[in-house]
T-cell receptor
Framework: ELKVEQNPLFLSMQEGKNYTIYCNYS?????LYWYRQDPGKSLESLFV?????AVKQEGRLMASLDTKARLSTLHITAAVHDLSATYFC????????????FGKGTKLSVKP | GAGVSQSPSNKVTEKGKDVELRCDPI?????LYWYRQSLGQGLEFLIY????????KSGLPSDRFSAERTGGSVSTLTIQRTQQEDSAVYLC????????????FGPGTRLTVT
């Protein structure tokens, strides 16, 4: 059974600081996704990581994937309040068109 | 273009009643997924449709849950004899054919069973 673990589950940061969210998964997969969810809203796709060593950046967020270590990271640089949300990593199960197994999410709060 | 739409946005029902939740995927997306999000269980996969293939029902929590997809487009998730533990947000997602594409999520239906 594929398990996806995120940590931390809760993160309170000050604006301007850097931090990393970790996502570990238990079995082989070469496709990992990061989503953002604002309160009361649906999931918004942030990054699709398709291969070992993949790195993608958008604004203050950068995601990477190490398939050998079964680890993905979401790095936040110089956090701003607008980044406050819950971030989920998800691993694709069952081949290229299977379903996603989600981590429990990291609730990020960025304070001035 | 139009995203994934779901209806109703909110549904309150009495325990024991049946409910139907609807999902309209993005036009042309061949894959359609149902997930459930609840405080206690997080985001859970329920069922997956891919084209004309038999659906993957491996995530359905009980035989009270069923889903169908008509004409390769609209999908309906049905919950029979609802229980309080069915209270959750039910999310639908669709995806184009081909590897590497992410799933695009709808706004969800918040189901409350009283």
């Amino acid at each position: 059974e594929l398990k996806v673990e995120q940590n931390p589950l809760f993160l309170s940061m000050q604006e301007g600081k850097n931090y990393t969210i970790y996502c570990n998964y238990s079995t082989t997969s070469d496709r990992l996704y990061w989503y953002r969810q604002d309160p009361g809203k649906s999931l918004e796709s942030l990054f699709v990581l398709l291969s070992n060593g993949a790195v993608k950046q958008e604004g203050r967020l950068m995601a990477s994937l190490d398939t050998k270590a079964r680890l993905s990271t979401l790095h936040i640089t110089a956090a701003v309040h607008d980044l406050s949300a819950t971030y989920f990593c998800a691993v694709l199960m069952g081949g290229s068109q299977g379903n996603l197994i989600f981590g429990k999410g990291t609730k990020l709060s960025v304070k001035p | 273009g139009a995203g994934v739409s779901q209806s109703p946005s909110n549904k309150v029902t009495e325990k024991g009643k049946d409910v139907e939740l609807r999902c309209d995927p993005i036009s042309g997306h061949t894959a359609l997924y149902w997930y459930r999000q609840s405080l206690g269980q997080g985001l859970e996969f329920l069922i997956y449709f891919q084209g004309n293939s038999a659906p993957d029902k491996s995530g359905l929590p009980s035989d009270r849950f069923s889903a169908e997809r008509t004409g390769g487009s609209v999908s309906t998730l049905t919950i029979q004899r609802t229980q309080q533990e069915d209270s959750a947000v039910y999310l639908c997602a669709s995806r184009p054919t081909g590897a590497g594409y992410e799933q695009y999520f709808g706004p969800g239906t918040r189901l409350t069973v009283t």
